[in-house]
């Protein structure tokens, strides 16, 4: 029974995984000729590359932006819907749908929205005075404007793993608390609520991350890496390396970089999920 999904396993995702480690060792070229061995020498080309530094630091920056955003944003929609008596199911399919939504429509949905001519947004702000920029098109603000986008559909994730975790919360500690003088929100947020989320926090975090790392729609489809190079990541410096440039090696070498350092944090998640034991 499990020979079917071990055979789309190996066709599927080993079989092409070991035919880019091999290519990142070679000189080939999508197109080119015969490939020959080169060893480690593609992957200093690559570092030496002001192409794939910029992409690593704009996709640090974006990590950064979007992580911690993400999840105080899911933390926050989580303690409002607890606190809610009516409606729940409701706010929690709110906050939940854009996680759902194909992240390549709303993509374009949201490059109309803030399309500096026609706009809903731009047209908002000139309503209550305030001039809006052409936010997609500045160096300064487009990776920030494509990393708002990304906590917009990132957050209802964190969201239902916080309010998991608050379900779990046994009212004796909120009891016991009252007791010794944790009355307000704010005391037993600190005290109990957040001290039982720990793990769950370093779940999302870690969650998000990975996330966070596989930026690529948004890019492809609203700046293409610009402006000036501003929101050129790592998935897109790949895809531009492999289907525009045709350097297949390079390409093939980023990628062996982004699968270790994904593979480095989904152990990194297993690791948490599992308490912490290694077992």
Request: a neutral charge.
């Amino acid at each position: 029974m499990v020979a079917p999904a071990a055979l789309l396993l190996l066709l599927l995702i080993l079989v092409p995984l070991a035919l880019v480690t091999a290519t990142a060792f070679t000189d080939w070229h999508l197109g080119g000729g015969a490939a020959a061995f080169v060893g480690l020498e593609t992957f200093r080309e690559l570092v030496d590359d002001p192409d794939f530094r910029t992409a690593v630091w704009n996709t640090t920056r974006y990590v950064a932006f979007v992580v911690p955003a993400t999840t105080l944003a899911g933390l926050a929609a989580a303690l409002l819907i607890v606190e809610c008596r009516r409606g729940q199911a409701f706010y929690r399919m709110v906050y939940f749908l854009p996680s759902v939504a194909t992240l390549a429509a709303m993509a374009v949905a949201w490059q109309m929205l803030l399309s500096p001519s026609v706009g809903a947004v731009p047209q908002l702000l000139r309503l209550v005075g305030v001039a809006p920029g052409n936010w997609l098109q500045d160096p300064e603000t487009a990776l920030p404007t494509l990393g708002l986008i990304g906590i917009w559909s990132e957050a209802g994730f964190a969201m239902l793993f916080f309010l998991a975790g608050l379900k779990t919360a046994p009212r004796e500690l909120y009891e016991a608390a009252a007791i010794d003088g944790c009355g307000n929100f704010l005391d037993r947020l600190r005290h109990v609520t957040l001290p039982h989320l720990a793990p769950i926090t370093a779940f999302v975090l870690v969650f998000s991350t990975i996330h966070a790392l596989r930026v690529f729609d948004t890019v492809a489809i609203i700046t293409r890496g610009g402006p000036e190079k501003a929101t050129l990541v790592a998935l897109y410096f790949i895809y531009q390396e492999a289907f525009s440039l045709f350097r297949t090696n390079l390409a093939a070498a980023a990628t062996v970089l982004f699968i270790v350092v994904v593979l480095a944090l989904s152990l990194l998640q297993l690791y948490v999920v599992r308490g912490g034991r290694g077992r």
